[in-house]
């Protein structure tokens, strides 16, 4: 009896949780639809970035065609809270991005605030969760979590992050100096990249 036959890679990446948001599963298998090995391509590891404050900029003449060629394929682009990035990188199927915040606290893990406001004196030790909190806890609360947002982006936060990576020099896509000074707004992509220059749209809904 004789059997099809297709060349195909079997792949995942090990070690990479960042990377793994919102994707299908560690193991994937590469057909001729997305024939790249990711390591025999020497992919990089890239950080591409979105602020919604310059979100206008990404509509041009380029992006317009890129839209265009991808609704003839077929390709539906959704609008989310969350912005969304089609490229060539991902075959132009969506990726969700993250806030930020969220991307730093899954390389350093955010503090048990609670625990240390009640190892300070200034809440009960009878409280198990923030659900128990008294109104005037609650706002002592909510000050230490403000302040230590705060000082998680009045720190140099790239250098944070360049410090977590199992990647030390991770190429950056879309980041400029000004959005530094609006960094609890951006959004953040950890993916890998074939080399060479990349196409690529954001969607989002606001």
């Known amino acids: 009896m004789a059997f099809d036959t297709k060349t195909c890679i079997i792949t995942r990446h090990l070690g990479h949780k960042s990377e793994m948001n919102n994707q299908p599963g560690q193991w994937q298998m590469l057909t001729k639809d997305k024939s790249q090995c990711w390591v025999c391509d020497k992919w990089l ?4 970035f979105y602020s919604p ?3 206008m900029e990404h509509n041009n003449e380029d992006a317009l065609k890129l839209v265009k060629a991808m609704k003839k394929q077929g390709i539906r682009m959704e609008h989310g809270e969350r912005p969304t990035v089609y490229g060539s990188f991902t075959n132009w199927a969506s990726q969700e991005m993250m806030k930020l915040s969220d991307f730093i606290y899954s390389l350093d893990e955010k503090p048990d605030i609670l625990e240390m406001l009640q190892d ?5 030790t009878s409280a198990e969760n923030v659900s128990e909190l008294n109104q005037r806890e609650m706002k002592i ?4 979590v403000a302040k230590y947002d705060y000082d998680l982006f009045s720190y140099k936060w790239d250098l944070l992050i360049c ?3 199992r990647y030390k020099k991770p190429a950056i896509i879309n980041l400029l100096p000004e959005d530094y000074a609006a960094a609890r707004d951006l959004y953040i992509l950890p993916c890998f990249t074939p080399p060479g220059k ?3 749209l954001f969607s989002h809904q606001n």
């Open 45 to 48: 590891y890239a950080l591409v």
């Open 53 to 55: 404050h310059r979100a």
């Open 120 to 124: 300070q004196g200034k809440i009960r």
């Open 141 to 144: 609360y909510n000050q230490a």
């Open 163 to 165: 410090k977590h990576l």
């Open 198 to 200: 990349q196409q690529m």
